[in-house]
C-alpha cells in the first residue's frame, strides 16, 4: 500500500513492477504533478496537462499495480489497515507514507485567508486566473491608488519557489503583455520579493544567492531581506518591522509542512512534524511501514534531516522497493544513503543557479543544465515533447500563450477568482 502518488511514492511503485507483490497507490487525485513547473503554469507559460500525468496511464508500466482514487484520513497501524474519507477500510502487509507536504503558514490564519498558495495545480491555476484578473481590472479604474494595489505583486519567501515565480512573473508583465495592455503604464507594475533572512535561495552558495538578487533586480523585482510577513489583508500586507505595502496580490511560498494526515498517525515525529524512520526508512515502532520524501525526516551521513526536494524523494522511493524486495527473500537491504544530486534554480530567461558537489554554474550554462535536468525527469515523451515546443517558442517569440482566464462557475474571490475561505 503506497500512498501518495508524488516523486517518491511512484518511484517505489515501478521499483516494484517486477516483484511478486500486488501494490494499491492511493491518491485524492488522479494524477502524477510536476511541482518544479508549477510556476511556468502560475506564470502563463505552461498548460496543466504538460506537467500533470495521469496516473493510471503511468502505472501501465507496473502490471501489478493498481490505483485507487480516494483520500487517507486514518492508519491503523497495528491492524495494518488504511482508512479512507468514504469510510472505507483497506489492509496492506507492508505500508510507504508519502503524502508530501501542504503550505505552511506559520500559524498565521490572516495571511492564510488572504494570501495565495503555489503548491497546487489548483492553486496554480487560481493564482494565473488573479494575476491576469488584476491586469484587466486595473485598466478600468479611474482610482490611481487603487490601480497601483492592483498592479503591485507581493511574493513571500526567497526560496526556489518564491525566486522562479517573481523573475518569471517580472517576464511575463515586462515582456509579453505591454503589447496587449495599452490602457497600463507598465512602469507601474511593481513586484515585490520579501524574504525573512539576509539572502535569498539560502541552500545555494552565497555567490548564487548575490547573483539571483542582482538578476531579479534587473528583471524589475523590488527584493527586500530581513522582513517577515505579520498580517495580510485583500488590499495590503504588513511586515514585522511595521511597513505596509498596498497589493492585492500575496503569494506565499514562504514554507510548507508534513501533509495533515501525518499529524493523526500516532508515530514519533521531528521538530518540524516530519515522520523519524530509522537508517532503512522504517517507521520507529511500527512493523512493516515505511515513510519516504517530504513526510520522512530521513537523514545524511552527517545526521541531519535531508531537505524537502523531489530528488530525495525518488531515491528513498527506489530504495524503499528494493527493501520490499529483499525482504521477501528473507535479505536486508543496506542503511539508506543519499547521493547527492545538487541544486537547481532559474531566475528568469537564461538565467539560473546550480550547484553540484563542488561545481557552482550560473547564467546561460545553468539555465541549459536546468532546462535538459527538468525535461529528463519530466515524466512522458509526449510532455517532454510539448514542453520543449512551449520553451523554444517562449525564447524566439518572447511571448506567453496560455493567457485565458478559466473558472469554475458562479464562485468569485477579490472581484472574480475562485474562493478559498
Not at 29 to 49: C, E, G, I, M, R
Not at 262 to 269: F, K, L, S, T
Request: glycine share 10%.
Amino acid at each position: 500500500m503506497i500512498v501518495g502518488g508524488g516523486f517518491g511514492g511512484l518511484q517505489c511503485a515501478l521499483g516494484l513492477r517486477r516483484e511478486p507483490v500486488d501494490v494499491t497507490l492511493v491518491d485524492r487525485q488522479n494524477y502524477h504533478l510536476f511541482t518544479p513547473l508549477l510556476y511556468q503554469v502560475a506564470s502563463s507559460l505552461l498548460n496543466p496537462s504538460e506537467i500533470a500525468a495521469p496516473l493510471r496511464k503511468v502505472l501501465r508500466r507496473a502490471p501489478n499495480a493498481r490505483f485507487r482514487q480516494g483520500e487517507v484520513v486514518d492508519v491503523d497501524l497495528p491492524g495494518r489497515r488504511v482508512v479512507l474519507a468514504d469510510g472505507e477500510s483497506l489492509a496492506y502487509d507492508d505500508l510507504v507514507l508519502a503524502t508530501g507536504t501542504t503550505t505552511n503558514y506559520f500559524g498565521n490564519d490572516d495571511v492564510a485567508r488572504h494570501s495565495l498558495g503555489l503548491k497546487t495545480l489548483g492553486e496554480a491555476l487560481e493564482l494565473r486566473n488573479h494575476v491576469l484578473d488584476c491586469l484587466e481590472r486595473a485598466t478600468v479604474v479611474d482610482d490611481d491608488a487603487e490601480r497601483q494595489t492592483l498592479l503591485t505583486f507581493c511574493v513571500v519567501g526567497g526560496g526556489p519557489t518564491g525566486v522562479e515565480y517573481a523573475g518569471a512573473l517580472a517576464e511575463l508583465v515586462r515582456l509579453v503583455l505591454p503589447h496587449e495592455y495599452p490602457e497600463i503604464a507598465f512602469g507601474a507594475v511593481r513586484i515585490v520579493l520579501l524574504e525573512g533572512g539576509d539572502r535569498l535561495l539560502p541552500t545555494f552558495a552565497p555567490s548564487l544567492s548575490a547573483y539571483a538578487a542582482r538578476e531579479l533586480a534587473r528583471l524589475g523585482v523590488d527584493v527586500q531581506l530581513g522582513e517577515l510577513v505579520s498580517c495580510a489583508t485583500d488590499t495590503a500586507v504588513t511586515t514585522r518591522s511595521g511597513t505596509s505595502m498596498p497589493t492585492a496580490s500575496v503569494v506565499w511560498t514562504a514554507g510548507v509542512r508534513p501533509a495533515d494526515l501525518v499529524g493523526a498517525i500516532p508515530v514519533e515525529r521531528s521538530r518540524a512534524g516530519r515522520v523519524e524512520v530509522d537508517d532503512r526508512l522504517r517507521v520507529q515502532g511500527a512493523a512493516g511501514a515505511f515513510a519516504i520524501g517530504d513526510v520522512a525526516a530521513a537523514r545524511d551521513r552527517r545526521g541531519d534531516v535531508l531537505a524537502m526536494q523531489s530528488p530525495q524523494a525518488m531515491q528513498e522511493g527506489r530504495y524503499v522497493a528494493r527493501a520490499i524486495a529483499a525482504g521477501l527473500a528473507g535479505r536486508e537491504v543496506a542503511p539508506f544513503r543519499y547521493r547527492e544530486k545538487g541544486s537547481l534554480a532559474t531566475i528568469g530567461r537564461s538565467a539560473a543557479v546550480g550547484q553540484i558537489g563542488p561545481l557552482r554554474l550560473r547564467g546561460f550554462l545553468g539555465w541549459v543544465v536546468w532546462l535538459v535536468v527538468h525535461l529528463y525527469y519530466l515524466i512522458g515523451f509526449e510532455n517532454r515533447f510539448r514542453v520543449l515546443l512551449r520553451w523554444g517558442w517562449y525564447y524566439l517569440r518572447y511571448d506567453r500563450p496560455i493567457r485565458s482566464i478559466i473558472r469554475a462557475a458562479d464562485r468569485s474571490r477579490r472581484g472574480g477568482g475562485p474562493d478559498r475561505e
